[in-house]
């Protein structure tokens, strides 16, 4: 568990959540080109992890001026505050599989200590806080989503293609 | 050289790769199969005969996560216990003679009944113990373990892991991590 977890109520840990969550659903909204939109996250969607049950938004992304449900092309679900290594996890999916992100901190990503007493972060890349990719399983490079790596997992999740 | 010299967990990770990277391209065939010809489909009899081989496949993308962490677990516990048998080699020097080689194979016959808990305590208390860095990572194996546990034990909601969201590849990263220190 990260240091900053610890110093966190249940309550504080799943509002900070949230708040991540929301300010991303807004970055993406600002990063969709003209024929995507996504929804407002109304439907409630309800978590339980280490922190409690609570309530929070997914959102989806659509083809605009495309009838339903064709129109759809990913979704955006919140899995939980609480996750391995990072400070919240949530899943991009599609009709053609799904990929997860973690939010990391600079501050807070687990380190290692060589056997030289040399430090490093567990992953490479974390050099702002954010969510990242994990590229590929054997990698220790996190990727920090940013509308470009968006737009690459949404390729990978979904039959969508970017112009 | 001694079996703990080699890593297991890369190739266990390989295997996962593979099958997911095979579910997606199978989840292309299924979505589209007049598109192929049928001695591709024939290789999936059942699949193709579903009413909902996307959600089958789905189901089987999520389980295979779950088989992943249950069997990257596995084998680095056997790498663990191999590795604190082959740290035992000392006991083999004592004297006498005989009660050296007595003491070893009484060693290494207990070692498979040690808790996987307390092994990770041996490497966070004896090996990191001047590395609080590091046994921070053993706190991140132990919660690994937590949540192998629960999937293995058919996730009882009642006794929940102090973490019941792990992206594989982190399992992966953190055990790898461990494994390459001790080495």
Not at chain 2, 136 to 143: C, E, F, S, T, Y
Request: aromatic fraction near 10%.
């Amino acid at each position: 568990m990260t240091e900053t977890i610890e110093h966190l109520t249940n309550e504080e840990i799943q509002e900070r959540y949230v708040k991540r969550i929301k300010a991303f659903f807004t970055q993406i909204e600002e990063w969709l080109p003209d024929e995507l939109e996504i929804n407002d996250p109304v439907s409630n969607r309800t978590i339980t992890d280490t922190t409690g049950t609570y309530q929070i938004g997914m959102a989806s992304i659509y083809k605009k001026g495309v009838p339903e449900p064709d129109n759809y092309v990913a979704a955006i679900f919140p899995m939980g505050a609480t996750t391995l290594l990072g400070e919240g996890i949530l899943e991009i999916s599609g009709a053609l599989g799904e990929e997860k992100l973690i939010y990391f901190c600079r501050d807070t990503l687990p380190q290692v200590e060589d056997k030289l007493g040399k430090f490093r972060p567990i992953y490479r890349g974390v050099d702002s806080d954010g969510w990242y990719w994990l590229e590929s399983s054997m990698s220790n490079r996190a990727i920090f989503v940013a509308r470009e790596q968006l737009f690459d997992l949404i390729r990978m999740v979904s039959f969508y293609e970017f112009d | 050289m001694s079996s703990t010299n080699i890593n297991p967990l890369p190739l266990i990770v390989e295997a996962f790769i593979t099958t997911q990277e095979s579910l997606k391209a199978v989840k292309q065939i299924v979505k589209n199969p007049s598109q192929f010809p049928r001695s591709v489909l024939e290789k999936m009899p059942n699949l193709i005969a579903s009413p909902v081989p996307k959600e089958r496949i789905n189901n089987s993308m999520k389980e295979i996560e779950d088989l992943f962490v249950l069997n990257l677990w596995a084998t680095f516990e056997r790498w663990l216990r191999d590795y604190l048998q082959d740290k035992g080699n000392t006991l083999k020097t004592t004297m006498p003679s005989g009660l050296g080689s007595q003491l070893y194979d009484h060693f290494t016959k207990e070692v498979e009944y040690w808790k996987p808990d307390d092994m990770l305590d041996i490497v966070k208390d004896g090996i990191f113990a001047n590395s609080p860095t590091n046994q921070q990572l053993v706190g991140h194996a132990k919660q690994i373990l937590e949540y192998r546990n629960w999937i293995a034990h058919g996730r009882n909601s009642r006794r929940a892991p102090t973490i019941n969201n792990i992206v594989p590849s982190a399992a992966y990263q953190t055990l790898n991590t461990i494994i390459t220190l001790l080495q």
